[in-house]
């Protein structure tokens, strides 16, 4: 290991603010702040000395200062976007230019999706990872050849040549993978990681990978995690959690990022009883499965808040996205969150297939009878490796190929038929407005903050960029979607045979 190339581990500075960063699950600036970790850097970070995980946008790290501290290392792993990869690219490019020597892969959805168009992109690239690149990763940094790699794709005498699939990481592979609260105390501040409805400072990690669900617009199970659920055993969760309550005092909460933490009701419970002695807080992913003995075990043992997936109001609509899962069975668990005391944050997206304005009133109608603590409304966006971008793509409703701005910011990029897409914007605006300037809302909000100074500010500033969105948003409506600057996604690239 000491006679390894120095690594850098790189999560970009793909746009000015972008908070939202590479590896967060659907990249975006975000106009209401909210950093996540870099967590699938973290391991391989983790297996090799003199290594660095460099988290630029939380850190205010910029491409130039990026370019500068990139020049002591030897090999540089960056971890890339749809939305980012073009200036990826041309940060990767700075960086040859600075240090020649350099060698430089790219992982993440874009690359794995679309291997052979991503090496053609830039000669700046060595090579990409397809799939799970912990150990890709750290045995090339280790010196073995390319053409020995499993996962990864490369150029060999003018072709891109890629490499057989290693079989996914099991329990006992992810059990030997090192803690990334390990890495996060070695080479970020936590206090520069904010999430509204997070408590703060928060830390963030995995407890599993991959998720069996089929959701049709869910961009890593259909990428980088996959589908097949792989579990690290209880114990060693449990470890984890013991060192970063030791290693991070002021933390608030730990958030487990799965895909979905709550898939299997015994392992939840065994978590849950090991957990509870510790006394902590706790936040996670959660589909609307768990019944309520579940629950309540759960709430016992310190967990706040769920992050659900609730999506619309209309039953078709959730068949058509494959939700795998009901109205009916999202308010029984709404219900119950209720009676046992954990809160939760519910994502709602208009503009999935088959959505008209009535089925948009129906999902608002619906929040508002679920009434959950707080709400996010986007707009349907596609991205590449997904079955939704295929369905888009197919019926032409894909106006363009673009997701975002200059700045990273999402942009509507799909019309339905009788549903444009200022109809969409103007749609999420009133689906905010019906929701949250409710009295009983507005209180429940603002209650806490009374009597706590940190969430007096927080609040304050989330309301202040609240509406300043909600006003872009109007203009957006007014002026019509129009010639913008915009950030294109790759199409499909059906020869690579991804």
Same mark, same amino acid.
């Given at each position: 290991?000491?006679?390894?190339?120095?690594?850098?581990?790189?999560?970009?500075?793909?746009?000015?603010?972008?908070?939202?960063?590479?590896?967060?699950?659907?990249?975006?600036?975000?106009?209401?702040?909210?950093?996540?970790?870099?967590?699938?850097?973290?391991?391989?970070?983790?297996?090799?000395?003199?290594?660095?995980?460099?988290?630029?946008?939380?850190?205010?790290?910029?491409?130039?200062?990026?370019?500068?501290?990139?020049?002591?290392?030897?090999?540089?792993?960056?971890?890339?976007?749809?939305?980012?990869?073009?200036?990826?690219?041309?940060?990767?490019?700075?960086?040859?230019?600075?240090?020649?020597?350099?060698?430089?892969?790219?992982?993440?959805?874009?690359?794995?999706?679309?291997?052979?168009?991503?090496?053609?992109?830039?000669?700046?690239?060595?090579?990409?990872?397809?799939?799970?690149?912990?150990?890709?990763?750290?045995?090339?940094?280790?010196?073995?050849?390319?053409?020995?790699?499993?996962?990864?794709?490369?150029?060999?005498?003018?072709?891109?040549?890629?490499?057989?699939?290693?079989?996914?990481?099991?329990?006992?592979?992810?059990?030997?993978?090192?803690?990334?609260?390990?890495?996060?105390?070695?080479?970020?501040?936590?206090?520069?990681?904010?999430?509204?409805?997070?408590?703060?400072?928060?830390?963030?990690?995995?407890?599993?990978?991959?998720?069996?669900?089929?959701?049709?617009?869910?961009?890593?199970?259909?990428?980088?995690?996959?589908?097949?659920?792989?579990?690290?055993?209880?114990?060693?969760?449990?470890?984890?959690?013991?060192?970063?309550?030791?290693?991070?005092?002021?933390?608030?909460?730990?958030?487990?990022?799965?895909?979905?933490?709550?898939?299997?009701?015994?392992?939840?419970?065994?978590?849950?009883?090991?957990?509870?002695?510790?006394?902590?807080?706790?936040?996670?992913?959660?589909?609307?499965?768990?019944?309520?003995?579940?629950?309540?075990?759960?709430?016992?043992?310190?967990?706040?808040?769920?992050?659900?997936?609730?999506?619309?109001?209309?039953?078709?609509?959730?068949?058509?996205?494959?939700?795998?899962?009901?109205?009916?069975?999202?308010?029984?668990?709404?219900?119950?969150?209720?009676?046992?005391?954990?809160?939760? $944050?519910?994502?709602?997206? +208009?503009? #999935? @297939? =088959?959505?008209?304005? &009535?089925?948009?009133?129906?999902?608002?109608?619906?929040?508002?009878?679920?009434?959950?603590?707080?709400?996010?409304?986007?707009?349907?966006?596609?991205?590449?490796?997904?079955?939704?971008?295929?369905?888009?793509?197919?019926?032409?409703?894909?106006?363009?190929?673009?997701?975002?701005?200059?700045?990273? $910011?999402?942009?509507?990029? +799909?019309? #339905? @038929? =009788?549903?444009?897409? &200022?109809?969409?914007?103007?749609?999420?605006?009133?689906?905010?407005?019906?929701?949250?300037?409710?009295?009983?809302?507005?209180?429940?909000?603002?209650?806490?903050?009374?009597?706590?100074?940190?969430?007096?500010?927080?609040?304050?500033?989330?309301?202040?960029?609240?509406?300043?969105?909600?006003?872009?948003?109007?203009?957006?409506?007014?002026?019509?979607? =129009?010639?913008?600057?915009?950030?294109?996604?790759?199409?499909?690239?059906?020869?690579?045979?991804?």
């Amino acid at each position: 290991m000491s006679s390894a190339m120095k690594t850098l581990f790189l999560n970009p500075p793909s746009f000015k603010g972008f908070d939202g960063g590479s590896s967060a699950r659907y990249p975006a600036t975000r106009e209401i702040p909210s950093y996540w970790y870099p967590v699938w850097l973290s391991y391989p970070a983790g297996m090799l000395e003199n290594s660095r995980l460099l988290d630029a946008c939380p850190h205010n790290v910029s491409p130039e200062e990026t370019v500068q501290i990139a020049r002591d290392y030897d090999f540089l792993v960056v971890f890339t976007s749809t939305v980012g990869f073009q200036n990826d690219c041309r940060l990767a490019q700075m960086i040859k230019s600075a240090k020649p020597d350099m060698k430089i892969a790219f992982v993440g959805p874009p690359v794995q999706i679309e291997p052979v168009k991503s090496l053609k992109a830039s000669e700046a690239i060595d090579f990409v990872v397809r799939g799970e690149f912990d150990y890709p990763v750290v045995e090339f940094a280790q010196g073995k050849p390319l053409d020995e790699i499993q996962n990864v794709s490369f150029r060999k005498n003018g072709d891109v040549v890629s490499n057989p699939m290693r079989p996914q990481l099991q329990t006992e592979d992810l059990d030997r993978l090192p803690f990334a609260s390990d890495v996060y105390k070695r080479d970020l501040t936590i206090e520069n990681y904010n999430i509204p409805y997070l408590l703060h400072p928060y830390i963030s990690f995995y407890s599993s990978r991959g998720c069996p669900a089929l959701c049709t617009f869910c961009l890593w199970p259909q990428t980088l995690s996959g589908h097949a659920w792989r579990v690290r055993s209880v114990d060693n969760v449990v470890a984890e959690v013991r060192q970063a309550l030791r290693l991070f005092p002021q933390m608030k909460e730990i958030f487990f990022d799965d895909d979905t933490f709550n898939i299997r009701k015994d392992r939840v419970l065994e978590l849950c009883r090991k957990f509870k002695p510790l006394g902590f807080r706790w936040s996670c992913t959660a589909r609307v499965h768990s019944d309520y003995d579940t629950l309540k075990a759960m709430a016992d043992a310190g967990a706040r808040l769920f992050i659900v997936g609730l999506e619309s109001g209309d039953p078709q609509i959730l068949k058509n996205i494959k939700k795998g899962a009901t109205i009916e069975m999202a308010k029984a668990f709404a219900k119950n969150c209720k009676k046992v005391g954990i809160k939760i $944050h519910g994502d709602f997206i +208009i503009g #999935l @297939p =088959g959505e008209t304005p &009535e089925t948009i009133q129906k999902t608002i109608d619906y929040a508002k009878e679920l009434d959950v603590e707080t709400i996010q409304v986007s707009v349907a966006h596609a991205f590449p490796g997904t079955e939704l971008y295929d369905y888009y793509t197919r019926n032409n409703y894909m106006v363009h190929s673009a997701v975002t701005d200059e700045g990273g $910011h999402q942009l509507p990029h +799909i019309e #339905l @038929p =009788g549903l444009s897409r &200022e109809e969409m914007m103007a749609a999420v605006n009133r689906f905010y407005d019906e929701y949250y300037f409710r009295p009983r809302v507005v209180w429940r909000l603002v209650k806490d903050a009374l009597w706590n100074a940190d969430e007096r500010k927080r609040l304050y500033q989330e309301a202040v960029s609240f509406l300043r969105l909600r006003a872009e948003r109007l203009q957006y409506v007014r002026q019509g979607a =129009g010639p913008r600057p915009m950030v294109s996604v790759p199409v499909n690239d059906t020869a690579s045979g991804q």
